[in-house]
């Protein structure tokens, strides 16, 4: 009998040990971004950062220092059009893609304030914009080089060659979707870019920090929009002109009221002489203020259409991101309930076996143990 109890306690204890099946390993088949991938994301975006508060100080510098509407204005413009521009390279899904884009976008703004389009655009203070470009240029430079290495010398001709084939000639930097410039520029197919998007935990976070920075850029434009908007409307030619011509009809009138009450007569000459200046006054102010509501409305259309364009983008970015998860999901969920189905059958069998298998030994050796015994 203590063999028999120790042969018992040997099946359950195997037949406990088979029950490591029961431990599920879900695997699955989204593949992370590669650590230089990454560290590219991560990198491009920190950068982005670091621009916009360069560019933001400059064109705050000029700002401040200037005392034409115009040049003021056009610092406005500036930090509104290359913030934009940068966020719109920076926030690509592609590491890489974002990474030579941003370069781009720096070497282009350098190019354009030493050319002869934007050497001037800001006067004698023309030299800040220069300045801050050359040094971006040479920072995202130095940050290619630091990620890729051997490749950098290609990075860098495809950047140098693009940007002279793509010169920007006002102070406004659209963006274009370089990919298939750079696939072909480095012999290598468009599908080597989108291997993969990252794991879910990356793909969300690359989401959610795209939306939290296209939130602060529009919050952003919406305020310098609203500053333009501002000194636009208060050094119009209105304020000074207007009230001049304002102040003249005032007098006149003061002179009239006397007059009516020394020489009625001369009522009629006054009169005419008001009808004068009062005419091209009214029609002055009607050509102004037309004027002023035709550029606060190309401002405002400039600013929805930008609004527009960062809101497909952000869609475009949920399509994506909500159409890969859920294909990852589905794939997933799959791939989980066949190997749970297998896990299943396994331990039905090895149930079956315990459930049948022991009682069945046991009772042989308990025969064959009544057996020796009798004999």
């Known amino acids: 009998m203590h063999h028999l109890k120790l042969i018992l306690s040997l099946i359950i204890l195997f037949s406990v040990s088979s029950c490591s099946l029961l431990n599920i390993a879900i695997e699955s088949d989204v593949v992370p971004l590669p650590k230089r991938e990454l560290n590219t994301r991560m990198a491009v975006r920190s950068f982005y950062h670091d621009f916009s508060g360069k560019v933001i100080l400059a064109a ?48 282009q703004m350098e190019d354009y304030f030493n050319s002869s389009y934007g050497d001037t ?44 084939e793509h010169a920007v000639h006002e102070m406004f930097f659209p963006r274009e979707n370089i990919m298939p410039s750079l696939a072909e520029y480095l012999e290598i197919p468009d599908t080597s870019y989108v291997e993969t998007v990252g794991s879910a935990a990356e793909v969300m976070n690359d989401f959610t920090d795209r939306l939290s920075g296209y939130n602060t850029q529009i919050g952003n434009q919406l305020n310098w929009q609203k500053d333009l908007f501002t000194l636009k409307w208060e050094n119009d030619s ?48 009607n050509n102004g203020m037309e004027t002023s509501i035709m550029q606060l409305s190309q401002e ?8 527009h364009e960062q809101r497909a983008i952000l869609v475009e970015d949920m399509n994506a991101t909500g159409a890969n998860l859920i294909k990852e999901t589905t794939e997933n969920v799959g791939k989980m309930i066949r190997s749970v189905s297998w896990v ?10 315990v459930m ?20």
């Not at 966020?87 to 893609?97: D, E, I, L």
């Not at 240029?137 to 010398?153: D, N, W």
Request: aromatic fraction near 10%; charge should be neutral; hydrophobic fraction near 45%.
């Open 60 to 107: 705050d510098s000029i700002y401040q220092v200037s005392e034409d509407v115009e040049i003021k204005g056009r610092a406005l413009k500036w930090k509104m059009s290359a913030t934009g521009a940068a966020a719109s390279a920076a926030y690509q899904t592609v590491p890489q893609v974002s990474l030579v884009d941003t370069w781009l976008l720096c070497l």
């Open 121 to 164: 655009i800001f006067h004698t203070n023309t030299h800040l914009a220069s300045e801050v470009s050359a040094e971006l240029s040479k920072e995202i430079s130095s940050v290619a080089k630091s990620l890729y290495g051997k490749e950098f010398k290609d990075l860098e001709s495809f950047v140098n060659q693009y940007a002279k």
């Open 238 to 285: 209105l304020s000074e002109k207007y009230l001049e011509k304002a102040d003249s009809l005032s007098a006149t009138i003061n002179r009239l009221a006397i007059i009516a009450q020394e020489s009625p007569e001369m009522l009629g000459i006054v009169a005419e002489r008001m009808r004068e200046e009062l005419t091209p006054l009214i029609y002055q102010m």
């Open 300 to 307: 405002r259309d400039s600013l929805q259409k930008f609004i």
């Open 344 to 353: 299943l059958i396994i331990l039905v069998l090895v149930l079956a076996g």
């Open 356 to 375: 049948f298998g022991i009682p069945f030994f046991a009772g042989y050796l308990l025969a064959k143990a009544r057996f020796k015994k009798k004999e």
